[in-house]
């Protein structure tokens, strides 16, 4: 596979990574569509792992999605956009600090976006456990798990 195919499955990941975060996008479908591309042109045994992982971990990503409870995220009462810059601190955090970075960011990056909305931290606090409470632990499990799977194909990338 060459360099420029390499960045398109990167770049189709990342839409998948972000698809995540903005409701009516299927954004682990869009990662695991982009670890299939990958593995189909690569054709090796390394991919194929990757792939079966991949599958794995999604899999049981929607089945531990389908058996939490649905929360309304109006009730939160945190605006979309926040929520959005969360999860984007959390890809940040995912590939600053491996694995762990990810939840940390999110819910790191909420609490700041909260304190500077709402000026206090008591009220910043309440908020973001709101939040998680209402809809960030479903979003979460989903996110970590995409970035599971993205982290595994990089390494894959960088071995291969």
């Given amino acids: 596979m060459g360099v420029w195919q390499l960045v398109a499955v990167g770049l189709v990941m990342l839409l998948g990574l972000l698809g995540v975060l903005v409701p009516g996008i299927p954004g682990p479908l869009i990662v695991w569509a982009g670890v299939v591309w990958w593995a189909l042109s690569e054709k090796t045994s390394l991919a194929w792992v990757v792939l079966m992982g991949a599958t794995t971990v999604l899999l049981l990503n929607q089945t531990l999605k389908w058996l939490l409870p649905v929360r309304n995220l109006r009730a939160a009462g945190a605006p979309y956009r926040t929520l959005f810059l969360a999860g984007m601190a959390g890809i940040v955090g995912f590939f600053l ?18 304190r500077v909305r709402l000026g206090s ?7 973001t456990r709101t939040v998680m409470r209402a809809i960030g632990l479903s979003v979460l499990i989903e996110l970590f798990a995409c970035l599971l799977v993205v982290g595994a194909w990089t390494g894959a990338v960088v071995a291969g």
Avoid: F, H, K, T
């Avoid at 694995?99 to 999110?106: E, I, M, N, R, S």
């Avoid at 931290?121 to 908020?127: I, L, N, T």
């Fill in 121 to 127: 931290r008591g009220d910043a606090g309440a908020s």
């Fill in 97 to 114: 600090i491996p694995v762990v970075g990810g939840p940390l960011g999110a819910v790191g990056g909420l609490y700041l976006l909260e």
